[in-house]
């Protein structure tokens, strides 16, 4: 990553978050009336900084002790060419290991042109997974 860029161990606030997300093209992937209560809830988070700007974001979520999920890995694409997307997400994987007691589990879901991102940073698909989904509608319990 050029040195023009700064990562900052902060979680992005909801307004960055929408300005990255409109930027990507991902506006419909968030609910965002709840979006600032998500933020609160994250473990960590790390946001890339250009001349005073967010242009980019990834935030964990999870027990804090064994599992982690990655989430909401967001560059700019004015940006992307930058190597920031692997220095968020090697930020969020030192902080885990600069903080779990135990053997830690760190997930994520990836789109297609990022697996390689990812895999470079030591992520695997296991051959005795599947990452699965379901959508719990609220108000229905």
Do not use: K
Request: proline share 5%; net charge negative.
């Amino acid at each position: 990553m050029s040195p023009e860029y700064e990562i900052v161990a902060r979680v992005a606030d909801a307004t960055e978050l929408h300005r990255l997300a409109a930027a990507v093209g991902w506006l419909h992937h968030y609910d965002w009336p709840t979006v600032a209560a998500a933020l609160e809830g994250s473990l960590h988070g790390a946001v890339a900084l250009h001349e005073g700007q967010v242009v980019g974001a990834a935030r964990l979520v999870g027990d804090g002790v064994h599992y982690f999920y990655v989430q909401d890995v967001l560059v700019d694409p004015a940006h992307s060419d930058e190597g920031i997307g692997s220095a968020l997400v090697a930020h969020l994987l030192e902080w885990v290991s600069a903080t779990v007691p135990a053997d830690a589990f760190v997930g994520l879901f990836s789109s297609p042109e990022a697996r390689g991102m990812y895999a470079d940073l030591g992520f695997t698909q296991p051959d005795d997974m599947t990452g699965m989904t379901v959508t719990i509608p609220a108000g229905t319990g």
